[in-house]
Structure formats: C-alpha cells, structure tokens
C-alpha cells in the first residue's frame, strides 16, 4: 500500500514537473520572439506581429498536446506502440476531428498565402468587419468597430476582404442637382482635387522611383440620373493602405466645404404631387 502511494506521488510529481517545465517553455519562448521582433526592423510591422501571433498558437498547441500523450502514457502500458497500431481508433478520431483538422488547414494557407496580416481592417463573408487583433492555427479574432470580440474558426472563413494590401483607392461619389451647370461643377471639383492632393501628398502610394502613381483627380459624371435626383461625379486617388481611413475622410471634408464656397448645391430628393390630387385630398 505504501509503495503504491509511492508510486502515485512519483506519478503526480513528475506530472507537474512536465506541465511546469511546458508553461516555462511556452512563456520562454514567446518571449524571446517578442524581444527579437522589437529589436529588429528588416520586415514590416504587420508581418511581425502576425509571425508573433502565429508562434505563440503553435507554441501552445504543441504544449497542449505533448502534455496530454504525456499524461496518458502515464497510465497505459506500452503507450508508444497502442499509438503506432491504433488504426481504428485512429479513423475514429480522425472523423471525430475533421472540424479541428479543417480549421488547422485553412488557417496554414490563410497565413501561407498572405491573406491577411494582424492589424488589417478586413470583412469576412460580406458580414463582420473589424480589425485583426490575432492569427491562430484554429481561429482568427477581429475587433469590430463597436468594440466587440469576434473569434471565428478559420473553417468558417470563405471570403476576405482586405484593404490594407499595399494600397487603396479612395472614391468618392457626390451628387449635384441636375440645375447646376456640368462646366462650372467640373472645374470647382478640380479645384477641390487640387486642395487635396496639397493636403494629402504625404498620404498618396508612391512606386519604388518615389513618384506618385496616381494623384486625386475627377475621374467624370459616372452617372446622368444618379438616384434618380441629379448628375453623379466620382473622385478617386491611390493612397497607402495604413492611410486609407484618415484621407478619406480629410477627401470629404474638403468636396463639401469647395462645393459649399462656390454655392453648388447636391442632389435634393423631390416629391412632386399632382394639384388635381391636392386639391382632392383637401
């Protein structure tokens, strides 16, 4: 009796010996990944952090499961060979496991073919939009602007939008009343295009020669009837990516306060009742 009491302390303490020096690994670990990231510079901030993040899920992936063939052989004679000749057992949780191994795989080629990057602004499945706040083997987590968490499995992932790759177009689409004149809305626009890309040359994509691709500019009347009010002009410029959110809105700012300078006025939606039917209803 009292050598199986023995035997079971051992057993226990060896136990927690493995799961200490496995916590201690994992921790060691990420953090000399953490350190050399901060003190090297040689790839993009995003790709960093998303190799971080990837390191960190694997690390404790790895952890988990050493952890839990170490404790079950433990308590199973000849554990290593059970496991090399456990073919049924093996499809059994193999199917048992499909959703695990699905989830696995579609987060390696998510990560593999540069999907995303931790810290892009992305919409999954035309549904959720946020920000990329973790890249795991199993799920991915994205902030949403309200605040909230979202972890979804990557299995679930079918579609990604992304606007932080390399670089974005901003477009910005204002409807003038159809009484103005075209002539003098085109060159006020142009004027506005002009203010932008004074105030926002810092901010538009450059090619490796530092020229800029392609300035803010009016880029035409898209549409003669547009919302079926007035006559619809786009303006569009290619910026940085990281920079997309702020120039925009900087882009609007500066349509609406040239368009309200010069009195142009936009598109005003109109209800036109019939005087036969007014004077019926009165």
């Not at 790895?62 to 839990?68: L, N, V, Y």
């Not at 593999?112 to 499945?125: A, P, R, S, V, W």
């Not at 987590?141 to 790759?165: A, C, D, F, P, V």
């Not at 006559?231 to 959110?245: N, R």
Request: with cysteine; charged share 25%.
């Amino acid at each position: 009796m009292d050598q199986l009491r023995a035997f079971t302390e051992l057993r226990v303490f060896d136990i927690l010996l493995v799961a200490v020096v496995l916590f201690l690994s994992v921790a060691l670990i990420n953090f000399i990944v953490g350190k050399f990231f901060k003190k090297t510079n040689f790839i993009e901030e995003r790709k960093e952090k998303t190799i971080e993040s990837l390191i960190r899920s694997l690390t404790k992936y790895t952890a988990t499961i050493s952890f839990i063939l170490y404790l079950v052989s433990q308590f199973v004679e000849n554990f290593g060979s059970i496991l090399a000749g456990a073919g049924v057992a093996g499809i059994i949780i193999g199917f048992g496991a499909q959703s695990l191994i699905k989830d696995i795989l579609a987060g390696m080629f998510i990560i593999y073919e540069k999907q995303l990057h931790q810290g892009d602004f992305i919409t999954i499945n035309n549904t959720f939009h946020g920000t990329v706040e973790e890249i795991g083997l199993r799920s991915l987590k994205i902030r949403e602007w309200s605040g909230k968490l979202l972890t979804m499995s990557n299995g679930e992932i079918k579609q990604i939008h992304n606007y932080n790759i390399d670089r974005m177009r901003v477009i910005e689409r204002v409807v003038i009343s159809y009484r103005e004149d075209p002539d003098t809305v085109w060159k006020v626009l142009e004027q506005a295009c002009e203010k932008i890309n004074q105030e926002f040359e810092s901010c538009l994509k450059r090619d490796h020669q530092n020229e800029i691709i392609e300035p803010f500019q009016l880029f035409g009347i898209t549409s003669l009837n547009g919302q079926f009010r007035g006559y619809e002009y786009t303006i569009i410029g290619l910026v940085d990516d990281q920079l997309y959110w702020s120039t925009a809105k900087g882009v609007r700012r500066i349509i609406a306060k040239t368009l309200f300078d010069a009195k142009i006025n936009l598109a005003e939606e109109r209800v036109l009742v019939n005087q036969h039917e007014k004077e019926l209803s009165n």
